[in-house]
Protein backbone atom coordinates (compact mmCIF):
# COMPACT_ATOMS: atom_id res chain seq x y z
CA UNK A 1 0.00 0.00 0.00
CA UNK A 2 3.05 2.40 0.57
CA UNK A 3 4.44 1.64 -2.47
CA UNK A 4 0.89 2.67 -4.49
CA UNK A 5 0.83 5.71 -1.74
CA UNK A 6 4.16 7.60 -3.33
CA UNK A 7 3.42 6.25 -6.87
CA UNK A 8 0.01 8.67 -7.16
CA UNK A 9 0.42 10.54 -4.24
CA UNK A 10 -2.08 13.35 -5.66
CA UNK A 11 -5.16 11.13 -6.14
CA UNK A 12 -7.31 12.48 -3.16
CA UNK A 13 -9.78 9.82 -1.58
CA UNK A 14 -11.93 11.67 0.78
CA UNK A 15 -11.64 15.28 2.51
CA UNK A 16 -9.08 16.64 -0.10
CA UNK A 17 -6.66 13.65 1.45
CA UNK A 18 -3.96 11.14 -0.40
CA UNK A 19 -3.22 8.03 0.29
CA UNK A 20 0.17 9.02 1.31
CA UNK A 21 -1.69 11.90 3.61
CA UNK A 22 -3.75 9.58 5.97
CA UNK A 23 -0.48 7.46 6.08
CA UNK A 24 1.58 10.30 7.46
CA UNK A 25 -1.32 11.52 9.79
CA UNK A 26 -1.91 8.08 11.27
CA UNK A 27 1.59 7.39 11.92
CA UNK A 28 2.02 11.07 13.57
CA UNK A 29 -0.81 9.21 16.09
CA UNK A 30 1.04 6.13 16.42
CA UNK A 31 4.18 7.89 17.48
CA UNK A 32 2.21 10.10 19.96
CA UNK A 33 0.65 6.63 21.38
CA UNK A 34 3.21 4.64 21.11
CA UNK A 35 5.98 7.41 22.23
CA UNK A 36 7.86 4.85 24.57
CA UNK A 37 8.97 3.00 21.65
CA UNK A 38 10.44 5.44 19.44
CA UNK A 39 13.69 4.89 21.31
CA UNK A 40 13.22 1.38 19.90
CA UNK A 41 12.24 2.64 16.31
CA UNK A 42 14.91 5.37 15.79
CA UNK A 43 18.66 5.08 15.94
CA UNK A 44 21.02 7.83 16.49
CA UNK A 45 21.34 8.79 12.67
CA UNK A 46 17.56 9.58 13.02
CA UNK A 47 17.94 11.27 15.96
CA UNK A 48 20.77 13.58 14.24
CA UNK A 49 18.28 14.01 11.02
CA UNK A 50 15.04 15.23 13.34
CA UNK A 51 17.60 17.16 15.33
CA UNK A 52 18.51 18.83 12.30
CA UNK A 53 14.78 19.47 11.03
CA UNK A 54 14.04 21.18 14.28
CA UNK A 55 16.45 23.37 14.07
CA UNK A 56 15.89 24.21 10.20
CA UNK A 57 12.79 24.14 12.16
CA UNK A 58 13.89 27.60 14.26
CA UNK A 59 15.60 29.05 11.51
CA UNK A 60 12.77 29.24 9.50
CA UNK A 61 10.65 31.31 11.81
CA UNK A 62 12.92 33.65 10.68
CA UNK A 63 13.16 33.42 7.28
CA UNK A 64 10.49 35.35 5.09
CA UNK A 65 9.20 32.80 2.54
CA UNK A 66 9.34 29.65 4.76
CA UNK A 67 7.09 27.27 4.81
CA UNK A 68 6.34 25.02 7.62
CA UNK A 69 3.36 22.76 7.08
CA UNK A 70 5.39 22.01 3.46
CA UNK A 71 9.12 22.58 4.71
CA UNK A 72 8.98 21.27 8.24
CA UNK A 73 5.74 19.17 9.25
CA UNK A 74 5.67 17.41 5.80
CA UNK A 75 9.25 16.48 5.44
CA UNK A 76 8.70 15.45 9.31
CA UNK A 77 5.96 13.43 8.39
CA UNK A 78 7.22 11.34 5.67
CA UNK A 79 10.22 10.61 6.78
CA UNK A 80 9.12 9.18 10.05
CA UNK A 81 6.52 7.57 8.25
CA UNK A 82 9.35 5.77 5.43
CA UNK A 83 11.23 4.66 8.91
CA UNK A 84 8.73 3.06 10.54
CA UNK A 85 7.54 1.24 7.66
CA UNK A 86 10.87 0.43 6.76
CA UNK A 87 11.40 -1.24 10.15
CA UNK A 88 9.42 -3.92 10.04
CA UNK A 89 11.43 -7.57 9.42
CA UNK A 90 12.63 -7.27 5.61
CA UNK A 91 10.45 -4.42 4.30
CA UNK A 92 13.34 -2.63 2.76
CA UNK A 93 13.14 -5.01 -0.19
CA UNK A 94 9.83 -5.96 -0.25
CA UNK A 95 9.01 -2.13 -0.29
CA UNK A 96 11.62 -1.56 -3.17
CA UNK A 97 10.81 -4.32 -5.49
CA UNK A 98 6.84 -3.28 -5.16
CA UNK A 99 7.76 0.10 -5.74
CA UNK A 100 9.92 -0.70 -8.54
CA UNK A 101 7.08 -3.02 -10.02
CA UNK A 102 4.63 -0.07 -9.92
CA UNK A 103 7.15 2.36 -11.79
CA UNK A 104 7.84 -0.14 -14.31
CA UNK A 105 3.83 0.03 -14.89
CA UNK A 106 4.06 4.02 -14.60
CA UNK A 107 7.01 3.90 -17.45
CA UNK A 108 4.98 1.59 -19.68
CA UNK A 109 2.09 3.61 -19.54
CA UNK A 110 4.41 6.75 -20.71
CA UNK A 111 5.43 4.96 -23.34
CA UNK A 112 1.57 4.00 -25.10
CA UNK A 113 1.36 7.76 -23.73
CA UNK A 114 3.88 9.09 -26.18
CA UNK A 115 2.64 7.21 -29.13
CA UNK A 116 -0.66 8.48 -28.77
CA UNK A 117 -3.22 6.01 -27.19
CA UNK A 118 -5.88 7.63 -26.00
CA UNK A 119 -7.03 5.04 -23.13
CA UNK A 120 -3.31 5.63 -21.69
CA UNK A 121 -3.87 9.53 -21.08
CA UNK A 122 -7.51 8.91 -19.77
CA UNK A 123 -5.89 6.56 -17.24
CA UNK A 124 -3.67 9.36 -15.89
CA UNK A 125 -6.56 11.41 -16.15
CA UNK A 126 -9.00 9.23 -14.31
CA UNK A 127 -6.92 9.39 -11.32
CA UNK A 128 -7.49 13.29 -10.90
CA UNK A 129 -6.86 16.54 -12.34
CA UNK A 130 -3.80 18.91 -11.40
CA UNK A 131 -4.57 22.02 -9.81
CA UNK A 132 -1.57 23.83 -11.64
CA UNK A 133 -2.56 25.20 -15.20
CA UNK A 134 0.75 24.65 -16.74
CA UNK A 135 0.63 20.80 -15.84
CA UNK A 136 -3.37 20.91 -16.80
CA UNK A 137 -2.71 21.81 -20.20
CA UNK A 138 0.07 19.64 -20.91
CA UNK A 139 -1.97 16.25 -19.33
CA UNK A 140 -5.24 17.94 -21.82
CA UNK A 141 -3.17 18.68 -24.72
CA UNK A 142 -1.42 15.37 -24.47
CA UNK A 143 1.53 16.98 -24.94
CA UNK A 144 4.15 15.82 -22.02
CA UNK A 145 3.78 11.54 -21.34
CA UNK A 146 4.18 10.96 -17.01
CA UNK A 147 3.11 7.91 -17.05
CA UNK A 148 0.91 7.58 -13.72
CA UNK A 149 2.94 10.39 -12.38
CA UNK A 150 1.35 13.68 -11.33
CA UNK A 151 3.59 15.00 -14.09
CA UNK A 152 6.77 14.12 -16.16
CA UNK A 153 9.13 15.51 -13.97
CA UNK A 154 7.60 13.48 -11.08
CA UNK A 155 7.65 10.51 -12.74
CA UNK A 156 11.69 11.50 -13.66
CA UNK A 157 12.17 11.58 -9.60
CA UNK A 158 10.33 8.35 -9.18
CA UNK A 159 12.40 6.85 -11.87
CA UNK A 160 15.89 7.88 -10.42
CA UNK A 161 14.70 6.36 -7.36
CA UNK A 162 13.65 3.27 -8.83
CA UNK A 163 16.73 2.84 -11.32
CA UNK A 164 19.00 2.90 -7.16
CA UNK A 165 16.86 0.67 -6.19
CA UNK A 166 16.87 -1.94 -9.21
CA UNK A 167 20.38 -1.43 -8.92
CA UNK A 168 20.97 -2.19 -5.70
CA UNK A 169 18.90 -5.75 -5.27
CA UNK A 170 19.39 -7.18 -8.19
CA UNK A 171 22.54 -8.89 -8.85
CA UNK A 172 23.51 -9.19 -12.34
CA UNK A 173 22.14 -12.46 -13.38
CA UNK A 174 18.67 -12.08 -12.90
CA UNK A 175 17.18 -11.28 -15.55
CA UNK A 176 14.39 -8.70 -13.81
CA UNK A 177 17.97 -6.54 -14.01
CA UNK A 178 17.87 -6.14 -17.60
CA UNK A 179 13.76 -6.60 -17.93
CA UNK A 180 13.20 -3.37 -15.49
CA UNK A 181 16.30 -1.22 -16.39
CA UNK A 182 14.76 -1.25 -20.34
CA UNK A 183 11.45 -0.31 -19.20
CA UNK A 184 13.10 2.38 -16.81
CA UNK A 185 14.82 3.94 -20.00
CA UNK A 186 11.50 4.20 -22.01
CA UNK A 187 9.77 5.55 -19.20
CA UNK A 188 12.42 7.89 -18.96
CA UNK A 189 12.75 8.54 -22.68
CA UNK A 190 9.07 8.81 -23.28
CA UNK A 191 8.64 11.83 -20.78
CA UNK A 192 11.55 13.48 -21.96
CA UNK A 193 14.15 13.55 -18.69
CA UNK A 194 17.35 13.86 -20.25
CA UNK A 195 19.29 14.46 -16.76
CA UNK A 196 17.52 11.13 -14.64
CA UNK A 197 18.39 9.26 -18.03
CA UNK A 198 22.10 9.82 -17.49
CA UNK A 199 22.37 9.53 -14.40
CA UNK A 200 20.80 6.20 -14.83
CA UNK A 201 22.96 5.21 -17.57
CA UNK A 202 26.18 6.42 -16.16
CA UNK A 203 25.21 4.11 -12.83
CA UNK A 204 24.13 1.40 -14.82
CA UNK A 205 27.14 1.68 -17.22
CA UNK A 206 29.15 1.56 -13.51
CA UNK A 207 27.22 -1.12 -11.45
CA UNK A 208 27.36 -3.84 -14.60
CA UNK A 209 30.38 -2.79 -16.54
CA UNK A 210 32.39 -6.07 -15.89
CA UNK A 211 29.85 -8.01 -17.23
CA UNK A 212 28.73 -5.61 -19.91
CA UNK A 213 31.08 -8.16 -22.20
CA UNK A 214 28.27 -11.19 -22.57
CA UNK A 215 25.36 -8.84 -22.99
CA UNK A 216 26.95 -5.42 -24.37
CA UNK A 217 26.03 -5.93 -27.92
CA UNK A 218 22.24 -6.64 -27.46
CA UNK A 219 21.67 -3.90 -24.65
CA UNK A 220 23.29 -1.21 -27.03
CA UNK A 221 20.99 -2.32 -29.78
CA UNK A 222 17.86 -1.73 -27.76
CA UNK A 223 19.23 1.05 -25.88
CA UNK A 224 19.89 3.28 -29.14
CA UNK A 225 16.71 1.88 -30.86
CA UNK A 226 14.81 3.25 -27.97
CA UNK A 227 17.03 6.93 -27.77
CA UNK A 228 16.40 7.36 -31.43
CA UNK A 229 12.67 7.12 -31.31
CA UNK A 230 12.39 10.15 -28.49
CA UNK A 231 12.70 13.67 -28.51
CA UNK A 232 15.90 13.53 -26.57
CA UNK A 233 18.45 12.99 -29.62
CA UNK A 234 17.57 16.45 -30.46
CA UNK A 235 17.94 18.07 -27.21
CA UNK A 236 21.26 16.42 -27.08
CA UNK A 237 22.26 17.27 -30.51
CA UNK A 238 20.96 21.07 -29.92
CA UNK A 239 21.64 22.39 -26.88
CA UNK A 240 22.45 25.32 -28.22
CA UNK A 241 19.08 25.89 -29.27
CA UNK A 242 17.67 24.16 -25.98
CA UNK A 243 15.22 27.43 -24.94
CA UNK A 244 14.69 25.60 -21.75
CA UNK A 245 18.31 24.60 -20.63
CA UNK A 246 19.43 28.46 -21.61
CA UNK A 247 16.80 29.97 -19.94
CA UNK A 248 17.62 27.43 -16.65
CA UNK A 249 21.52 28.94 -16.83
CA UNK A 250 20.74 32.32 -17.09
CA UNK A 251 18.14 32.06 -14.03
CA UNK A 252 21.21 30.28 -12.44
CA UNK A 253 23.44 33.11 -13.56
CA UNK A 254 21.19 35.71 -12.35
CA UNK A 255 20.31 33.95 -8.76
CA UNK A 256 24.31 33.40 -8.07
CA UNK A 257 24.79 37.11 -8.46
CA UNK A 258 22.36 37.83 -6.05
CA UNK A 259 24.51 36.08 -3.02
CA UNK A 260 27.25 38.77 -2.40
CA UNK A 261 23.99 41.11 -0.94
CA UNK A 262 22.44 37.64 0.46
CA UNK A 263 20.81 38.44 4.13
CA UNK A 264 20.90 36.02 6.82
CA UNK A 265 17.38 34.78 6.33
CA UNK A 266 17.54 35.17 2.45
CA UNK A 267 15.23 37.30 0.40
CA UNK A 268 11.29 38.31 0.13
CA UNK A 269 9.39 37.63 -2.41
CA UNK A 270 9.28 40.57 -3.82
CA UNK A 271 12.78 41.51 -3.46
CA UNK A 272 13.54 38.41 -5.73
CA UNK A 273 11.01 38.91 -8.54
CA UNK A 274 12.49 43.04 -8.71
CA UNK A 275 16.02 41.61 -8.85
CA UNK A 276 15.37 38.78 -11.81
CA UNK A 277 13.13 41.71 -13.69
CA UNK A 278 15.90 43.95 -13.79
CA UNK A 279 19.08 41.09 -14.48
CA UNK A 280 16.40 39.86 -17.29
CA UNK A 281 16.21 43.42 -18.75
CA UNK A 282 19.88 44.49 -17.90
CA UNK A 283 21.23 41.47 -20.00
CA UNK A 284 18.75 40.83 -22.52
CA UNK A 285 17.38 37.57 -21.51
CA UNK A 286 13.87 36.09 -22.64
CA UNK A 287 11.24 38.02 -21.08
CA UNK A 288 9.60 34.48 -20.44
CA UNK A 289 12.18 33.86 -17.54
CA UNK A 290 10.20 36.28 -15.06
CA UNK A 291 7.64 33.78 -14.74
CA UNK A 292 10.11 31.37 -13.90
CA UNK A 293 11.34 29.47 -11.02
CA UNK A 294 15.23 28.57 -10.93
CA UNK A 295 14.71 25.49 -10.99
CA UNK A 296 17.84 25.00 -8.55
CA UNK A 297 16.32 23.40 -5.16
CA UNK A 298 19.64 24.30 -3.48
CA UNK A 299 19.79 28.02 -5.26
CA UNK A 300 15.95 28.64 -4.33
CA UNK A 301 16.63 27.48 -0.33
CA UNK A 302 19.71 29.93 -0.09
CA UNK A 303 18.12 33.06 -1.62
CA UNK A 304 14.60 32.25 -0.03
CA UNK A 305 16.06 30.90 3.72
CA UNK A 306 19.11 32.30 3.77
CA UNK A 307 22.80 30.20 4.24
CA UNK A 308 21.85 28.74 7.84
CA UNK A 309 18.91 26.42 6.06
CA UNK A 310 21.38 25.51 3.44
CA UNK A 311 24.20 24.35 5.44
CA UNK A 312 21.37 22.74 7.58
CA UNK A 313 19.92 20.48 4.34
CA UNK A 314 23.83 20.21 3.18
CA UNK A 315 24.94 18.61 6.50
CA UNK A 316 22.01 15.90 6.09
CA UNK A 317 23.42 14.83 3.07
CA UNK A 318 26.67 14.84 4.37
CA UNK A 319 25.60 12.74 7.33
CA UNK A 320 23.72 10.17 4.88
CA UNK A 321 27.17 10.04 2.74
CA UNK A 322 28.69 9.24 5.77
CA UNK A 323 26.07 6.20 6.57
CA UNK A 324 26.73 4.95 3.39
CA UNK A 325 30.33 4.70 4.18
CA UNK A 326 29.05 2.88 7.12
CA UNK A 327 27.33 0.15 5.14
CA UNK A 328 30.04 -0.32 3.38
CA UNK A 329 32.17 -1.25 5.63
CA UNK A 330 30.44 -3.46 7.50
CA UNK A 331 29.77 -5.54 4.15
CA UNK A 332 33.59 -5.73 3.34
CA UNK A 333 33.67 -7.17 6.97
CA UNK A 334 30.68 -9.59 7.13
CA UNK A 335 29.47 -9.79 3.63
CA UNK A 336 25.66 -9.46 2.64
CA UNK A 337 23.42 -8.11 4.82
CA UNK A 338 19.97 -9.19 3.21
CA UNK A 339 21.35 -12.71 1.81
CA UNK A 340 19.90 -11.96 -1.40
CA UNK A 341 22.91 -12.62 -3.65
CA UNK A 342 24.13 -9.06 -4.86
CA UNK A 343 27.79 -8.34 -4.08
CA UNK A 344 30.26 -4.93 -3.98
CA UNK A 345 29.41 -3.50 -7.32
CA UNK A 346 25.57 -3.43 -5.77
CA UNK A 347 26.28 -2.00 -2.31
CA UNK A 348 28.66 0.74 -3.99
CA UNK A 349 25.17 2.09 -6.19
CA UNK A 350 24.00 3.03 -2.34
CA UNK A 351 26.97 5.18 -2.08
CA UNK A 352 26.06 7.09 -5.21
CA UNK A 353 22.47 7.18 -4.69
CA UNK A 354 22.64 10.54 -2.55
CA UNK A 355 25.04 12.39 -5.30
CA UNK A 356 22.90 11.36 -8.05
CA UNK A 357 19.65 12.84 -6.33
CA UNK A 358 21.48 16.00 -5.43
CA UNK A 359 22.27 16.73 -8.90
CA UNK A 360 19.15 16.31 -10.08
CA UNK A 361 17.67 18.01 -7.51
CA UNK A 362 20.15 20.67 -8.04
CA UNK A 363 18.84 21.07 -11.65
CA UNK A 364 15.04 20.97 -10.80
CA UNK A 365 12.97 22.56 -8.36
CA UNK A 366 11.85 19.45 -6.00
CA UNK A 367 14.96 18.42 -3.18
CA UNK A 368 14.12 17.52 0.35
CA UNK A 369 13.74 21.08 1.15
CA UNK A 370 10.35 21.40 -0.25
CA UNK A 371 9.16 17.99 0.89
CA UNK A 372 10.01 16.02 -2.07
CA UNK A 373 8.52 12.00 -1.47
CA UNK A 374 11.35 10.44 -3.40
CA UNK A 375 14.35 12.15 -1.47
CA UNK A 376 13.01 11.25 2.11
CA UNK A 377 12.27 7.81 0.49
CA UNK A 378 16.36 7.46 -0.09
CA UNK A 379 17.46 8.78 3.22
CA UNK A 380 15.07 6.61 5.33
CA UNK A 381 16.03 3.83 3.27
CA UNK A 382 19.83 4.41 3.89
CA UNK A 383 19.36 4.91 7.58
CA UNK A 384 17.24 2.08 7.79
CA UNK A 385 19.90 -0.39 6.15
CA UNK A 386 22.27 1.14 7.91
CA UNK A 387 20.55 0.15 11.06
CA UNK A 388 19.58 -3.38 9.80
CA UNK A 389 23.54 -3.53 8.61
CA UNK A 390 24.58 -2.78 12.42
CA UNK A 391 22.08 -5.39 13.68
CA UNK A 392 23.57 -7.96 10.99
CA UNK A 393 27.12 -7.07 12.02
CA UNK A 394 26.71 -7.69 15.96
CA UNK A 395 25.00 -11.28 15.45
CA UNK A 396 28.33 -11.94 12.85
CA UNK A 397 30.57 -10.78 15.29
CA UNK A 398 28.92 -12.85 18.18
CA UNK A 399 28.56 -15.69 15.41
CA UNK A 400 32.56 -15.90 14.57
CA UNK A 401 33.38 -15.51 18.32
Not at 166 to 177: D, G, Q, S, T, V
Not at 205 to 213: C, N
Not at 232 to 239: A, M, Q, S, T
Not at 319 to 326: A, D, E, H, Y
Request: glycine share 6%.
Amino acid sequence: MLAIAVTIPYHKLFFDLSLLNIFVLLNFLYLFISWRKISKLFDINSLRIIGLLNFIFIIGLFAPQWNPARDFFWSLGLFTLFLSMFSLGNSLIRFAKYYIFLIGISSVISLFQIMDFDWAWNLRISLGLPDDQVVLHQLLEQKKPAGLAYYSIQLSYQSLIAGIFILFIFPFHNPYLFIYSIILLMGLLSCGSLSTTFIFILLLTYSQFRYFKKYSILFLIILISIIFQTSVVDRVFNLDEDSGLIGRLNLNFIGLSMILDLPLFGYTLDEINNFKYESIIYYGFSDWLKDISFHNSFLTTLLENGILMLISYILIFLLIINICRKILNIYYRCGDIFGIGINNHNYNIIYFAVPAYIIKSSIHNAGIQTGDIYGWILIAFIVSMYKHANEFSKKYISVIK
